[in-house]
């Protein structure tokens, strides 16, 4: 044992210098290593390939130095591309030092002795070393210099990183750098979906991509290319002999892409993914969209035919966008008819410019007013000339229809009745709405007033897309996703699932432009509505169908107007052309399932009034009602009038000897019975009889509130809240046929003279309670409920 110790320090002390400068070396080695020095990524500026979210190339931008490169990492390259290339250009790359002396030595012999071709004797390393310092090697000096910048690299950098920044530097031909925009421009693929010819292709490229590349510009490789690559393939299959069964595939031609036929896909989406990416993540080399590039291809041969159609309208320019309800994705974005037409200045971004909505904001008139209990969808609107303060807003068509509901009044785009339904809004007006709603660069809520309802605002394309998707998605308002990676981010309730559902119903009900002409029914239901702005300027159409929200825009860039540009007429179409496209493309389109909001009820109406039927009421129907939120009364429009049969006027009471019948009789306000008659419809107006006191009107007593009692306290243990109903009940006359309960104005429910409704109080307090019978007579009493112990 001491003799072996006594060797071991022997040979340390005779190779002690050899030992120390070894261990300085591996020292300074490390001390590279680990000195911070910027990776070799950054060495050279990237391009940008974008996607579609199926994986297809929508385009591949110029790095700033004007090449394309897209940086790859060596784990998402094809390992037969890397392999080939250490077998074609360095197969001693993983264990020299960065420099391999026989090549050197090899180079110079062919070079400057036998004055033959010259050769360089480069490794990988080297080669990376000249194309990072943009080094003249052709000169002993030069050479030197790129031996030492070789040095540099292996002393800094691992394997790994050399053999991968050299890949992705490699001149590919023309101004092509790299494997990862090789292979986009030449293949159309990613480099780890490269065959084994394509992968030999790029192996062999670098080495004289000029020659090589001669006369193959839209065609399949030429002579000397096929060559190289094939004698590489005959190397290859020396390493890899299980590959000699693909030999067949190198008799095949093989085609490289020209670059005059790069993908130039959707424009305006992957310009404006670009700008997002130059202020979030400014190092990305790629970037995945939403875009569906089939239905992107889709829109945009639409509006080219559509624009192709109307040309001699005047209509050259429109927009598009649709968006997935699902997940917000837009799916497809067209910006312009011509991304190149200077004439309409095509590269201006249609869905991100600021115009007038027109009417398309409507809808949310409506469904404020449903959540704030104004009216409901069935509540009759005065359509008749009317001041608003200061501020008179008219019809499109310059006409008045009179009474309409509110649904008909949405379908037909009236303007009084939306103004009137606006000025009844509280908190939030449509204003503080559309402010909570994202809608940017608005003005303060005094400069609009009540025009706002009619487009007196702007807002985007986008904005209104997102607005029509929330109406979609129950009230639930979520930003609009352009790229993949963007997070789903959580929803925000602007309106009840309640007001979202009837105005979507109601919107169902409106007709396509082209169903008078004997147009097929849509397999899928379509929730639209047109725009139309002040000076025919901009023409809109929005909705909703499947799973996707559809806006569309008509008009010019210049805010020029037409008198073409009118929602129903120039920008429906367009919508509905690709709407039956897509339906047509898509045969499994479905819209998404969503519940029944639980709040909602059905509640019989007069159709005339919109209010409870009455017994005279001859025509009844349905409506959406939101109990204790949807305003509902007795209607009272028919009124039965007792009629003297000698004298045909009313009769005077008391009635008993006289011979009477009874008629009912519509009793319409003046300024609607004005508007009746403007319109060749006029109503027949009630008898008078200015003999008598209460002429013509019905014997018989108003209804009397059995329960609650009147002056009671009701008393409700705290643990049985929510489950005590309390009882109400009534006595009626005897032409009674149904009585209508009320709480506080909010309609509750209805029971027969002999039955009895239960109401569930939500809490202690003071109430008003209601009752009237179909013939519009009424009893109210108040009622207190405490909560005990």
Same mark, same amino acid.
């Given at each position: 044992?001491?003799?072996?110790?006594?060797?071991?320090?022997?040979?340390?002390?005779?190779?002690q210098n050899w030992l120390a400068g070894l261990a300085l070396l591996a020292a300074?080695?490390?001390?590279?290593?680990?000195?911070?020095?910027?990776?070799?990524?950054?060495?050279?500026?990237?391009?940008?390939?974008?996607?579609?979210?199926?994986?297809?190339?929508?385009?591949?931008?110029?790095?700033?130095?004007?090449?394309?490169?897209?940086?790859?990492?060596?784990?998402?390259?094809?390992?037969?591309?890397?392999?080939?290339?250490?077998?074609?250009?360095?197969?001693?790359?993983?264990?020299?030092?960065?420099?391999?002396?026989?090549?050197?030595?090899?180079?110079?012999?062919?070079?400057?002795?036998?004055?033959?071709?010259?050769?360089?004797?480069?490794?990988?390393?080297?080669?990376?070393?000249?194309?990072?310092?943009?080094?003249?090697?052709?000169?002993?000096?030069?050479?030197?210099?790129?031996?030492? +910048?070789?040095?540099?690299?292996?002393?800094?950098?691992?394997?790994?990183?050399?053999?991968?920044?050299?890949? #992705?530097?490699?001149?590919?031909?023309?101004?092509?750098?790299?494997?990862?925009?090789?292979?986009?421009?030449?293949?159309?693929?990613?480099?780890?979906?490269?065959?084994?010819?394509?992968?030999?292709?790029?192996?062999?490229?670098?080495?004289?991509?000029?020659?090589?590349?001669?006369?193959?510009?839209?065609?399949?490789?030429?002579?000397?290319?096929?060559?190289?690559?094939?004698?590489?393939?005959?190397?290859?299959?020396?390493?890899?002999?299980?590959?000699?069964?693909?030999?067949?595939?190198?008799?095949?031609?093989?085609?490289?892409?020209?670059?005059?036929?790069?993908?130039?896909?959707?424009?305006?989406?992957?310009?404006?993914?670009?700008?997002?990416?130059?202020?979030?993540?400014?190092?990305?080399?790629?970037?995945?969209?939403?875009?569906?590039?089939?239905?992107?291809?889709?829109?945009? +041969?639409?509006?080219?035919?559509?624009?192709?159609?109307?040309?001699?309208?005047?209509?050259?320019?429109?927009?598009?966008?649709?968006?997935?309800?699902?997940?917000?994705?837009?799916?497809?974005?067209?910006?312009?008819?011509?991304?190149?037409?200077?004439?309409?200045?095509?590269?201006?971004?249609?869905?991100?410019?600021?115009?007038?909505?027109?009417?398309?904001?409507?809808?949310?008139?409506?469904?404020? *007013?449903?959540?704030?209990?104004?009216?409901?969808?069935?509540?009759?609107?005065? =359509?008749?000339?009317?001041?608003?303060?200061?501020?008179?807003?008219?019809?499109?068509?310059?006409?008045?229809?009179?009474?309409?509901?509110?649904?008909?009044?949405?379908?037909?785009?009236?303007?009084?009745?939306?103004?009137?339904?606006?000025?009844?809004?509280?908190?939030?007006?449509?204003?503080?709405?559309?402010?909570?709603?994202?809608?940017?660069?608005?003005?303060?809520?005094?400069?609009?007033?009540?025009?706002?309802?009619?487009?007196?605002?702007?807002?985007?394309?986008?904005?209104?897309?997102?607005?029509?998707?929330?109406?979609?998605?129950?009230?639930?308002?979520?930003?609009?996703?352009?790229?993949?990676?963007?997070?789903?981010?959580?929803?925000?309730?602007?309106?009840?699932?309640?007001?979202?559902?009837?105005?979507?119903?109601?919107?169902?009900?409106?007709?396509?432009?082209?169903?008078?002409?004997?147009?097929?029914?849509?397999?899928?239901?379509?929730?639209?509505?047109?725009?139309?702005?002040? *000076?025919?300027?901009?023409?809109?159409?929005?909705?909703?169908?499947?799973?996707?929200?559809?806006?569309?825009?008509?008009?010019?860039?210049?805010?020029?107007? #037409?008198?073409?540009?009118?929602?129903?007429?120039?920008?429906?179409?367009?919508?509905?052309?690709?709407?039956?496209?897509?339906?047509?493309?898509?045969?499994?389109?479905?819209?998404?399932?969503?519940?029944?909001?639980?709040?909602?009820?059905?509640?019989?109406?007069?159709?005339?009034?919109?209010?409870?039927?009455?017994?005279?009421?001859?025509?009844?129907?349905?409506?959406?009602?939101?109990?204790?939120?949807?305003?509902?009364?007795?209607? #009272?429009?028919?009124r039965p009038v007792v009629i003297d049969d000698a004298t045909g006027q009313p009769?005077?009471?008391?009635?008993?000897?006289?011979?009477?019948?009874?008629?009912?009789?519509?009793?319409?306000?003046?300024?609607?019975?004005?508007?009746?008659?403007?319109?060749?419809?006029?109503?027949?107006?009630?008898? +008078?009889?200015?003999?008598?006191?209460?002429? *013509?009107?019905?014997?018989?007593?108003?209804?009397?509130?059995?329960?609650?009692?009147?002056?009671?306290?009701?008393?409700?243990?705290?643990?049985?809240?929510?489950?005590?109903?309390?009882?109400?009940?009534?006595?009626?006359?005897?032409?009674?046929?149904?009585?209508?309960?009320?709480? =506080?104005?909010?309609?509750?429910?209805?029971?027969?003279?002999? *039955?009895?409704?239960?109401?569930?109080?939500?809490?202690?307090?003071?109430?008003?309670?209601?009752?009237?019978?179909?013939?519009?007579?009424?009893?109210?009493?108040?009622?207190?409920?405490?909560?005990?112990?």
């Amino acid at each position: 044992m001491r003799k072996l110790l006594r060797l071991v320090l022997r040979f340390l002390h005779r190779w002690q210098n050899w030992l120390a400068g070894l261990a300085l070396l591996a020292a300074m080695l490390a001390g590279c290593r680990l000195w911070p020095h910027p990776p070799l990524r950054q060495a050279l500026p990237s391009s940008v390939a974008v996607y579609d979210a199926q994986g297809r190339l929508l385009r591949l931008t110029l790095a700033s130095d004007e090449r394309y490169r897209v940086w790859t990492p060596l784990e998402q390259m094809s390992p037969a591309l890397v392999d080939a290339v250490l077998l074609h250009e360095d197969q001693w790359f993983r264990w020299h030092p960065g420099i391999n002396p026989y090549g050197l030595l090899r180079g110079a012999w062919v070079t400057y002795v036998r004055h033959g071709d010259p050769q360089g004797g480069s490794t990988l390393t080297m080669q990376l070393a000249r194309l990072l310092w943009r080094l003249n090697t052709r000169t002993p000096m030069g050479k030197l210099r790129q031996i030492g +910048r070789a040095l540099q690299l292996e002393a800094f950098h691992s394997k790994h990183d050399i053999l991968e920044a050299y890949l #992705n530097f490699a001149p590919y031909g023309r101004n092509i750098e790299g494997v990862g925009a090789a292979s986009l421009a030449y293949f159309d693929k990613s480099p780890a979906r490269l065959n084994l010819p394509e992968a030999l292709t790029l192996a062999v490229l670098p080495q004289d991509p000029t020659r090589r590349l001669a006369a193959t510009d839209g065609a399949v490789i030429n002579a000397a290319l096929a060559r190289s690559r094939n004698r590489l393939f005959a190397a290859w299959v020396r390493t890899h002999p299980r590959d000699a069964a693909l030999k067949p595939l190198f008799a095949l031609p093989l085609a490289l892409r020209p670059l005059s036929r790069l993908p130039f896909e959707a424009p305006h989406a992957a310009e404006e993914a670009l700008r997002a990416r130059r202020l979030d993540a400014p190092g990305a080399a790629s970037m995945t969209l939403t875009l569906d590039l089939d239905l992107q291809h889709s829109l945009e +041969r639409q509006v080219r035919r559509y624009i192709e159609h109307n040309d001699a309208r005047g209509i050259r320019n429109a927009s598009a966008i649709l968006v997935d309800t699902r997940d917000m994705g837009v799916k497809a974005l067209v910006g312009s008819a011509d991304y190149a037409g200077a004439a309409i200045q095509g590269q201006v971004d249609g869905t991100q410019a600021k115009r007038s909505p027109g009417s398309t904001l409507k809808p949310f008139i409506y469904a404020l *007013g449903f959540d704030q209990g104004v009216l409901h969808p069935q509540t009759v609107l005065r =359509d008749v000339p009317t001041a608003f303060g200061p501020y008179t807003p008219e019809n499109f068509d310059g006409r008045f229809l009179g009474p309409v509901t509110a649904t008909e009044a949405l379908v037909r785009s009236r303007n009084v009745p939306a103004v009137w339904v606006a000025s009844q809004l509280a908190q939030p007006s449509l204003y503080q709405f559309l402010r909570t709603a994202g809608i940017s660069r608005m003005a303060s809520e005094r400069h609009y007033g009540l025009a706002l309802v009619l487009g007196g605002g702007e807002v985007t394309m986008q904005e209104l897309a997102g607005l029509y998707a929330m109406l979609a998605n129950r009230g639930e308002l979520r930003p609009l996703r352009l790229l993949a990676d963007a997070p789903a981010a959580p929803g925000t309730r602007l309106l009840s699932e309640e007001a979202s559902f009837m105005v979507m119903d109601m919107l169902r009900q409106n007709p396509r432009p082209d169903e008078a002409s004997g147009a097929q029914p849509m397999r899928l239901p379509v929730y639209w509505k047109t725009g139309t702005s002040w *000076g025919f300027r901009d023409a809109w159409t929005a909705g909703a169908f499947g799973p996707y929200v559809l806006v569309v825009w008509v008009g010019n860039f210049d805010g020029s107007g #037409n008198p073409a540009y009118v929602g129903i007429e120039a920008a429906a179409p367009l919508f509905f052309n690709i709407v039956d496209a897509l339906e047509a493309e898509r045969p499994g389109l479905a819209e998404p399932v969503h519940r029944m909001p639980a709040q909602l009820k059905r509640v019989p109406i007069c159709l005339a009034s919109g209010d409870l039927p009455n017994q005279w009421c001859p025509q009844r129907g349905l409506t959406w009602f939101i109990p204790g939120k949807s305003p509902i009364r007795v209607s #009272n429009v028919h009124r039965p009038v007792v009629i003297d049969d000698a004298t045909g006027q009313p009769a005077c009471p008391p009635y008993a000897g006289k011979r009477t019948h009874v008629e009912v009789f519509e009793f319409w306000p003046s300024d609607l019975q004005r508007v009746f008659a403007q319109a060749g419809m006029p109503r027949r107006a009630p008898p +008078r009889n200015d003999a008598c006191v209460d002429a *013509g009107r019905p014997d018989g007593d108003p209804p009397r509130i059995a329960s609650p009692l009147r002056g009671s306290l009701y008393a409700l243990r705290v643990k049985d809240r929510g489950r005590a109903p309390i009882a109400f009940a009534a006595t009626a006359d005897a032409d009674v046929r149904m009585l209508y309960w009320f709480v =506080d104005d909010a309609y509750v429910g209805r029971a027969a003279p002999a *039955g009895s409704v239960a109401w569930q109080p939500h809490g202690a307090g003071r109430y008003r309670v209601r009752v009237v019978d179909d013939h519009a007579r009424s009893d109210e009493r108040m009622l207190d409920v405490a909560l005990v112990e």
